[in-house]
């Protein structure tokens, strides 16, 4: 199995920088390892359902940015180091949640989006990320 660990997480105050990582490690079933996998991040607000938030595709060639992180966040990976990175700047109370990193193929082989759960197989267990105002 693939393990995803997210760190980074903390607290910052409104306008303020993190930079969460996910760090990979282990082989699917079939073998493939994190090169061969897409990655997103998700998070989960207060009271809210788990919402997209970036991914990027598995040779880094592509991003893809919800609406509301778009400008502001930045996917990236270094497949060399099995780790996926999320640089979060200008960061506002709205973006306080629990971050968790996702890997997966089912863009690959199931047709499905970057921006759903249900193309990523393999999950981290989330690291909170709390904005101040």
């Known amino acids: 199995q693939v393990q995803l660990v997210e760190s980074g997480g903390g607290l910052v105050q409104a306008g303020g920088s993190l930079r969460l990582s996910c760090a990979a490690s282990?082989?699917?079933?079939?073998?493939?390892?994190?090169?061969?996998?897409?990655t997103g991040w998700f998070r989960q607000a207060p009271g809210k359902e788990r919402e997209f938030g970036a991914a990027i595709s598995r040779s880094g060639s592509s991003t893809y940015y919800a609406d509301s992180v778009k400008g502001r966040f930045t996917i990236s990976r270094d497949n060399a180091k099995n780790t996926v990175y999320l640089q979060m700047n200008s960061l506002k109370p709205e973006d306080t949640a629990v971050y968790s990193c996702a890997a997966g193929f089912g863009v690959y082989y199931r047709g499905s989006s970057y921006l759903t759960p249900e193309s990523y197989d393999y999950w981290g267990q989330g690291t909170q990320v709390t904005v101040s105002s």
């Open positions: 282990g082989r699917t079933a079939s073998g493939r390892t994190f090169s061969s996998l897409a």
